[in-house]
């Protein structure tokens, strides 16, 4: 399975900037998927996810700014993110549990994408 993620770049605070993350491969059925980030000097970070029930769930730094949306015929999620602050600027990664058998489920990581919010 892989993941391949797309969308980041530079934008000013306030500013607008959608992520997406399309799995490709062996897909038996996706259980979650989502999104982490890693700012510069801290640790990985949850951002947003879509839970194996169809929920979704954000960390409380994002509520409001961030929308977590997908698409399963595609197997992607896109991340669109509004009013963006200078605290958000990291690498940005997508994740997904995805069940590839019926007895086999593997936990699997995108390359990142850099998001840098600054004036």
């Known amino acids: 399975v892989q993941l391949q993620a797309s969308g980041g770049g530079l934008v000013q605070p306030g500013g607008s900037l959608r992520l997406s993350c399309a799995a490709s491969g062996t897909i038996f059925s996706i259980n979650t998927m989502g999104w982490y980030r890693r700012a510069p000097g801290k640790q990985r970070e949850y951002v947003a996810v879509?839970?194996?029930?169809?929920?979704?769930n954000y960390a409380d730094s994002v509520k409001g700014r961030f929308t977590v949306s997908r698409d399963l015929a595609k197997n992607t999620v896109y991340l669109q993110m509004n009013s963006l602050k200078p605290e958000d600027t990291a690498v940005y990664y997508c994740?997904?549990?995805?069940?590839?058998?019926?007895?086999?489920?593997?936990?699997?990581w995108g390359q990142g994408t850099q998001v840098t919010v600054s004036s």
């Open positions: 879509f839970t194996s029930g169809g929920n979704t």
């Open positions: 994740n997904a549990v995805v069940r590839t058998s019926i007895i086999r489920t593997g936990d699997y």
